[in-house]
């Protein structure tokens, strides 16, 4: 699943959108379940990123941040890296 999403992300306009949505999507049912599985703090940190570099989406800072800190508190490091430069 994972390198399906990596490659549309190196598409277009349209599969990066499409990404963003699958992404969102995921990242949104690790709040609902409450679950800071693997999977889904990868998803908070795409979706940040996403939010923070406008791909796929239009940028949103406020977005970013919260996402790169849900994904922070959760351990991942490069969420981190990322909110220390925002």
């Known amino acids: 699943m994972h ?3 990596k490659e ?3 598409g277009g ?3 990066q959108r499409e990404a963003f949505g699958l992404w969102k999507k995921y990242a949104q049912m690790g709040v609902d379940r409450g679950s800071d599985h693997e999977f889904f703090v990868a998803a908070w940190y795409q979706v ?3 939010y923070l570099d406008g791909t796929g989406t239009e940028r949103d800072l406020a ?5 790169l800190r849900r994904a922070s508190e959760a351990g991942h ?3 981190k ?3 220390g430069g925002i």
């Open 77 to 79: 490091p490069e969420a």
């Open 3 to 5: 390198k399906h999403l």
């Open 81 to 83: 890296l990322a909110l």
């Open 63 to 67: 977005n970013a941040k919260e996402w």
């Open 8 to 10: 549309l992300l190196k």
């Open 48 to 50: 940040g990123t996403m």
């Open 13 to 15: 306009e349209q599969e």
